[in-house]
Protein backbone atom coordinates (compact mmCIF):
# COMPACT_ATOMS: atom_id res chain seq x y z
CA UNK A 1 0.00 0.00 0.00
CA UNK A 2 1.27 3.41 -1.20
CA UNK A 3 1.24 5.94 1.73
CA UNK A 4 1.51 9.60 0.70
CA UNK A 5 3.11 12.37 3.21
CA UNK A 6 1.97 15.83 3.32
CA UNK A 7 -1.53 17.84 3.87
CA UNK A 8 -4.71 18.02 2.33
CA UNK A 9 -6.38 21.05 0.23
CA UNK A 10 -8.85 21.03 2.85
CA UNK A 11 -6.30 21.02 5.76
CA UNK A 12 -4.55 23.60 4.45
CA UNK A 13 -7.85 25.73 3.86
CA UNK A 14 -8.40 25.15 7.39
CA UNK A 15 -5.42 26.60 8.63
CA UNK A 16 -5.10 30.00 6.65
CA UNK A 17 -8.86 30.57 7.42
CA UNK A 18 -7.74 30.41 10.94
CA UNK A 19 -5.07 32.26 10.33
CA UNK A 20 -7.33 34.74 8.57
CA UNK A 21 -9.66 35.15 12.08
CA UNK A 22 -6.37 35.73 14.05
CA UNK A 23 -5.09 38.21 11.86
CA UNK A 24 -8.69 39.88 11.84
CA UNK A 25 -8.76 40.53 15.05
CA UNK A 26 -4.85 41.30 15.61
CA UNK A 27 -4.58 43.80 13.19
CA UNK A 28 -6.85 46.62 14.75
CA UNK A 29 -5.76 45.92 18.28
CA UNK A 30 -1.98 46.48 16.89
CA UNK A 31 -3.06 49.47 15.42
CA UNK A 32 -4.55 51.19 18.68
CA UNK A 33 -1.44 49.95 20.69
CA UNK A 34 0.90 51.65 17.98
CA UNK A 35 -1.34 55.08 18.46
CA UNK A 36 -1.12 55.20 21.63
CA UNK A 37 2.53 54.64 21.77
CA UNK A 38 2.59 57.55 19.64
CA UNK A 39 0.68 59.74 21.90
CA UNK A 40 2.98 59.37 24.67
CA UNK A 41 5.11 61.47 23.57
CA UNK A 42 2.57 64.34 23.35
CA UNK A 43 2.23 63.25 26.88
CA UNK A 44 5.47 63.23 27.77
CA UNK A 45 6.24 66.86 25.78
CA UNK A 46 2.72 68.29 27.89
CA UNK A 47 3.69 67.74 30.91
CA UNK A 48 7.12 69.76 30.19
CA UNK A 49 4.60 72.71 29.14
CA UNK A 50 2.73 72.22 31.98
CA UNK A 51 5.93 72.36 34.27
CA UNK A 52 7.47 75.39 32.12
CA UNK A 53 4.20 77.13 32.56
CA UNK A 54 4.30 77.03 36.46
CA UNK A 55 7.52 78.74 36.14
CA UNK A 56 6.44 81.26 34.01
CA UNK A 57 3.38 81.64 36.15
CA UNK A 58 5.95 82.09 39.22
CA UNK A 59 8.15 84.86 37.13
CA UNK A 60 5.60 86.87 35.64
CA UNK A 61 2.26 86.57 37.69
CA UNK A 62 0.59 84.91 34.40
CA UNK A 63 0.98 82.26 32.44
CA UNK A 64 2.69 82.76 28.65
CA UNK A 65 0.24 82.48 25.73
CA UNK A 66 2.33 80.85 23.74
CA UNK A 67 4.91 77.99 23.28
CA UNK A 68 7.71 80.36 22.05
CA UNK A 69 7.30 82.62 24.94
CA UNK A 70 8.37 79.76 27.83
CA UNK A 71 12.11 79.78 26.98
CA UNK A 72 13.09 77.45 29.47
CA UNK A 73 11.23 74.70 27.23
CA UNK A 74 12.56 71.59 25.66
CA UNK A 75 10.36 69.55 22.91
CA UNK A 76 11.31 66.34 21.78
CA UNK A 77 10.62 66.33 17.99
CA UNK A 78 8.96 69.66 18.33
CA UNK A 79 6.97 69.97 14.56
CA UNK A 80 8.16 66.38 13.20
CA UNK A 81 5.65 64.46 14.95
CA UNK A 82 3.01 66.79 16.91
CA UNK A 83 2.82 70.82 16.86
CA UNK A 84 2.12 72.68 20.41
CA UNK A 85 0.04 75.31 21.22
CA UNK A 86 -1.22 77.00 24.28
CA UNK A 87 -4.77 78.29 24.15
CA UNK A 88 -5.83 81.17 26.78
CA UNK A 89 -8.64 80.30 28.90
CA UNK A 90 -10.96 82.56 30.97
CA UNK A 91 -8.94 84.19 33.90
CA UNK A 92 -5.57 82.76 34.52
CA UNK A 93 -6.20 79.29 32.31
CA UNK A 94 -4.82 77.81 29.41
CA UNK A 95 -5.08 74.69 27.30
CA UNK A 96 -1.83 73.34 26.03
CA UNK A 97 -2.82 71.14 22.67
CA UNK A 98 -0.91 68.89 20.69
CA UNK A 99 -1.62 67.87 17.59
CA UNK A 100 -0.41 65.63 14.93
CA UNK A 101 1.31 66.94 11.74
CA UNK A 102 -0.73 65.58 8.70
CA UNK A 103 0.98 63.24 5.99
CA UNK A 104 2.63 61.49 8.85
CA UNK A 105 1.90 58.27 10.94
CA UNK A 106 0.91 61.09 14.12
CA UNK A 107 -1.94 62.79 11.76
CA UNK A 108 -5.25 62.27 13.55
CA UNK A 109 -3.78 62.00 17.15
CA UNK A 110 -4.23 64.59 19.20
CA UNK A 111 -3.86 65.68 22.97
CA UNK A 112 -4.88 68.14 25.53
CA UNK A 113 -3.59 69.80 29.05
CA UNK A 114 -5.57 71.90 31.37
CA UNK A 115 -3.52 73.84 33.90
CA UNK A 116 -6.54 72.86 36.56
CA UNK A 117 -4.84 68.98 35.81
CA UNK A 118 -8.24 68.21 33.22
CA UNK A 119 -7.10 66.67 30.19
CA UNK A 120 -7.78 64.42 27.19
CA UNK A 121 -7.09 62.92 23.70
CA UNK A 122 -8.08 61.37 20.66
CA UNK A 123 -6.40 58.73 18.24
Do not use: C
Given at each position: ??K??G???I??????I????????????????????R???????L?AI??A?????LEN??????????????????G?????????????????T??????T??A????????????????
Open positions: MLRKFTLEVLIVVILGILATIAIPQFSQMVKRALAEAWTNARTQSVYHSAYAATVAALTDLVIQNNTNFTYAIVAGAGATYNAATGVAAPYGISAWMANDGTNGSTY
